[in-house]
């Protein structure tokens, strides 16, 4: 795989958890959410988020349960485990300075 | 776009169950089916929203098997993580276990310590000694040629210089072949004078071997022509020590009795020579004297590859019947051996090693059964614990595996102390082994340690398997409601009184090896030396030739007897040309007696020479059978006198009176008159025959290297000191060497006997030992369940003295099976370990007999403690428990 995958998997985890930050959902929801959070700028793919997910449950950052949907279908649950919660936060202050340092160079002087 | 609303969960499903792909497909289907619902309700037509969905989504088929790889590789994680964690738990559970009753792991640990102990260091003296091969490039082709009668079984010995250069240039099997001899000489000029060993070599030894000397050159034919002069190669060990490890040594000069020899090469670092040609300095060979006859010479030859031990030995039996067609005086009667040079150095430990390997590995066994014993009781003791666990929803397997971890454990700990046992074994082991565990020390490497560990994780879970099974109830109710058999029922008793069965007859099988092979020692201590070998100091004082004539080295010889003679605390004092017992012979043939038609090859009668002063008699303690001792007028212009002892008159004459007849002695061309009979000499060992002696006076036949014998009234050892000070009181560069006392001699040369003894009894005694405490352990268990039996017996009226014969009677029975199960190993190993015995019947009946009964016996005392405590049972209190 190219490494701008790799960059895009690493940003698409910390959209994901940062999704689940407030309660459980399952993967449609958050589509959903990141698109129009987004306002369609990432996820080109929908299907790319689920190994993300899968990856993510592997690592016990969120863990997944079935239920049923309100529509009435069975659905997949996730929702973000203690270690998954000290995740995002290390993630996004890593993220913050990332930003802001790439922000503080392209500012103009 | 709508938000899509909270979900609630209504209800949870278990859905785990499902295939991992088909639940994969299920989530990804319901994400399509969410998209096609919300563009259908704003309005698209369904197969339009279909297509949509798709192409958002991406590739279903290959998300699906991107999820699906992902989950597997996470349920490998998880399955190892759980195993991991459910082992440590396990191993957890297990050492709290263990430290919490100190008491079983004590005796579970050294009961597995003793047969780890033991099995470890034998299996690391059969390794080091008998496995590790020696360290000869080619060691399969390297053989020793040497003679031997054609009658007699054995391995070949010597040979002479002409038979050797006939076989060599005979036979076609052979792509090198060196002989040497041995002597000492008197090395001075590097400090105090001393004795050296020497090694007198042929061109081609070190062909033999793959050997280059590391400086100089090899010995060439050049080197073994009569009249070349003497040169030297010496070891790494004497370049580096004596010569200061100096490269410029070649050319330079060794002072051998007071002769300068040449230093020619060195050879290298590690190279060990076998046995007696491992000697600090070689000289050539060359100027032999001996003649055909002089049969005082090794060999060892190289095969031509692909060339076998069989067609060489074939090869060289049909030169030996040339030789003793064309040679028949010196050669007839004679063939020659060729023995691999491994099974010349390691052959005579073979056996008695493996019989001891046998042994230690029965040890072990016992006491794995003794573990397993342990271990089932235990199992009965924790029924309630298990009973509760089980109740509580664990599962059988569980708790069995949770049994054999702690198995496992006393294992890992019980090995770890074995091989610590073990390793101080080694060392005592290495002390008073045979000869060869010296040039071949055992030691514990890797390859003894991994068979260690392997072995005893192996028994132990294979021992402790069975408790486990039996442990665990099949009905935890029924334990738990107190309605279970206690003492776990029939069939656990069963078990316990057959491993208890089981060690009895291995104790058994053992303890009448080792009874066997004590009596035999028995046997060969009782064997009349024919001397009296207390208070006997030896020590070698040789004239080298340079100083000393036939006449000055008599007249020295004389004046230290008288000197050491006339010392407080010396009993008696006598030289000899040869030392009892010291492992040297010099035996010479008979070809000529007085009135009978000569005698050729292996008609001659052959006997040890023995060239004396006269006080060798009385002070080694010979005695006179007939006829007279040799004495002082014995003189050199007097008639030359000898002395024959009884096995040589009796070979030579039977019945008839040997006192009066003369015989010729080799180097002579007169005939010594026998002028008496003398007791017997087992001069190679007690247990081996000898061919008898020959007696002569060193004032008729001088010689130059005599050993001395000093009787002394106290401790021998301690009279060193003063001898060499009177020795060096007469000639201040006259080395001693080889000072040694006759009972060290003697024990010497029994040393494989005691060893083989030591080992043996020891295994013997660690089995009864292991074994009674298993049987005791059995009893004092059997009793200590049936309580309530015995008390109610008792409130009915029987006697405690019934009481006991019935607990007796168990020990009995289990005692009893073990004694014949024991019989019919004993009547194996006694076939096995025939050949280390001493007049001594493999199935000797009352030895069998009295082991036996011996065993029976100490059983039933064992079970005495257990049987009072039967009889001592209260009925009162039994009753009232229940």
Redesign the interface.
């Known amino acids: 795989m190219p490494n701008s995958l790799d960059l895009l998997q690493g940003t698409l985890d910390l959209l994901v958890l940062r999704t689940l930050a407030r309660?459980?959902?399952?993967?449609?929801?958050i589509?959903?959410?990141i698109?129009?959070r987004s306002s369609g700028v990432f996820l080109?793919?929908?299907?790319?988020l689920?190994?993300a997910l899968?990856?993510l449950?592997?690592k016990g950052w969120v863990e997944s349960?079935?239920?049923?949907?309100?529509?009435n279908?069975?659905?997949?649950?996730y929702q973000l485990t203690a270690a998954g919660r000290a995740a995002l936060r290390a993630q996004m202050t890593e993220w913050n300075r990332y930003t802001r340092a790439v922000a503080g160079v392209l500012q103009p002087a | 776009m709508p938000r899509i609303p909270g979900i609630r969960r209504v209800f949870r499903i278990a859905l785990r169950s499902g295939q991992p792909s088909a639940e994969i497909e299920d989530e990804l289907r319901f994400h399509l089916a969410c998209r096609v619902d919300e563009l259908v309700a704003s309005g698209t037509g369904e197969t339009e929203a279909r297509r949509i969905a798709q192409r958002e989504f991406g590739d279903f088929h290959r998300y699906r098997e991107h999820v699906l790889a992902i989950d597997r590789q996470s349920a490998r994680e998880r399955e190892m993580r759980l195993t991991f964690e459910s082992v440590r738990d396990d191993l957890r559970h297990a050492a709290r276990v263990m430290i919490a009753r100190p008491g079983f792991t004590l005796v579970a640990v050294s009961t597995l310590a003793l047969g780890i102990g033991a099995t470890t260091a034998m299996f690391s003296a059969v390794s080091g000694v008998l496995l590790r091969p020696l360290p000869y490039a080619d060691v399969d082709r390297i053989v020793h040629l040497g003679e031997r009668e054609l009658q007699q079984p054995g391995r070949g010995g010597t040979t002479s210089w002409d038979n050797f250069r006939d076989w060599r240039q005979m036979s076609r099997s052979f792509a090198a072949m060196g002989l040497y001899n041995t002597w000492a000489s008197t090395l001075t000029g590097h400090g105090e004078p001393q004795r050296v060993q020497i090694a007198g070599v042929t061109a081609g030894m070190l062909d033999v071997f793959h050997v280059r000397p590391m400086l100089g050159r090899a010995f060439t034919d050049a080197d073994n022509v009569d009249g070349a002069p003497a040169v030297a190669v010496v070891s790494w060990a004497f370049w580096k020590s004596k010569l200061g490890g100096d490269s410029g040594v070649i050319g330079r000069t060794l002072m051998l009795n007071f002769t300068p020899i040449e230093i020619v090469g060195v050879l290298p670092e590690r190279f060990t020579p076998p046995a007696s040609l491992d000697r600090p300095i070689w000289v050539n060979f060359s100027d032999d004297t001996d003649g055909r006859g002089g049969r005082s010479k090794n060999v060892y030859a190289l095969l031509r590859p692909g060339v076998t031990v069989e067609q060489a030995q074939a090869e060289m039996a049909a030169i030996a019947e040339r030789l003793a067609v064309q040679y028949p005086r010196e050669n007839a009667g004679s063939t020659v051996v060729v023995d691999l040079l491994a099974d010349r150095i390691v052959g005579d430990v073979r056996r008695p090693l493996y019989l001891l390997l046998g042994a230690s590995a029965l040890v072990l066994l016992i006491a794995c059964a003794n573990l397993s014993n342990i271990l089932l009781a235990r199992g009965v003791v924790r029924r309630q614990e298990l009973a509760v666990r089980t109740a509580l929803g664990a599962a059988r397997r569980r708790i069995v595996r949770q049994l054999l971890t702690e198995s496992f454990l006393l294992a890992l700990v019980g090995s770890a102390c074995g091989v610590l046992l073990a390793r101080l074994a080694v060392t005592a082991l290495a002390a008073m082994g045979p000869d060869v565990f010296r040039a071949r020390p055992p030691s514990i490497d890797p390859a003894v340690l991994g068979v260690a560990l392997g072995t005893s994780v192996a028994t132990t879970l294979l021992f402790g398997l069975l408790p486990a099974l039996r442990s665990v109830p099949r009905d935890p109710h029924a334990v738990l409601r107190g309605t279970s058999v206690r003492g776990g029922g029939g069939r656990t008793s069963w078990t316990r009184a057959s491993l208890a069965v089981l060690q009895l007859s291995l104790a058994a099988t053992l303890l009448f090896a080792s009874t066997l092979v004590i009596a035999s020692f028995a046997r060969v201590l009782r064997v009349d030396p024919g001397i009296r070998g207390d208070h006997l100091l030896t020590m070698t004082v040789s004239l080298p030739r340079a100083r000393y004539d036939s006449t000055r080295s008599t007249a020295f010889y004389q004046e230290l007897e008288e000197r050491i003679d006339a010392t407080p605390g010396v009993r008696g004092v006598a030289f000899a040309s040869l030392v009892p017992f010291g492992g040297d012979f010099d035996r010479i043939g008979i070809s000529r007696i007085a009135g009978e038609p000569e005698r050729q090859g292996s008609d001659m009668p052959e006997a040890d020479r023995y060239i004396v002063t006269p006080s060798w008699f009385a002070t080694m303690g010979v005695r006179l059978l007939r006829g007279r001792l040799l004495s002082s007028s014995d003189r050199i212009d007097s008639t030359p006198a000898c002395l024959v002892d009884e096995v040589f008159a009796r070979r030579v004459w039977g019945d008839r009176d040997p006192i009066g007849q003369a015989m010729k002695l080799p180097g002579r061309d007169d005939y010594a008159t026998i002028v008496g009979v003398v007791s017997h000499v087992k001069t190679y060992g007690l247990d081996i025959d000898s061919p008898g002696q020959i007696y002569m006076s060193n004032a008729q036949y001088p010689w130059r290297w005599m050993s001395m014998v000093i009787r002394t009234a106290g401790d021998p050892a301690s009279f060193t000191s003063t001898a060499t000070r009177i020795v060096h009181s007469l000639d201040a560069d006259e080395p001693v060497s080889d000072v040694r006392t006759m009972d060290e001699l003697m024990a010497n040369l029994l040393r494989a006997r005691r060893f083989t003894l030591t080992l043996l009894g020891a295994f013997a005694g660690v089995a009864i030992a292991l074994a009674i405490i298993g049987l005791y352990g059995v009893i004092a268990y059997g009793v200590a369940q049936r309580d309530r039996e015995f008390g109610i017996r008792l409130a009915l009226g029987a006697r405690p003295r019934q009481i006991a014969r019935l607990v007796l009677g168990e020990g009995a029975r289990i005692a009893v099976a073990g004694a014949v199960l024991g019989t019919l190993g004993a009547l194996a190993m006694g076939r096995v370990e025939s050949s280390l015995l001493f007049e001594v019947s493999p199935h000797a009946p009352s030895a069998l007999a009295g082991v036996m009964a011996g065993l029976v016996g100490v059983a039933l005392v064992a079970c005495l403690v257990p049987a009072r405590k039967a009889m001592a049972a209260d009925p009162s209190d039994v009753l009232r428990r229940d």
């Open positions: 309660e459980a959902m399952h993967g449609y929801t589509a959903r959410l698109k129009e080109v793919e929908e299907g790319a689920y190994p899968h990856r449950e592997r349960e079935w239920g049923i949907s309100e529509n279908r069975k659905a997949r649950y």
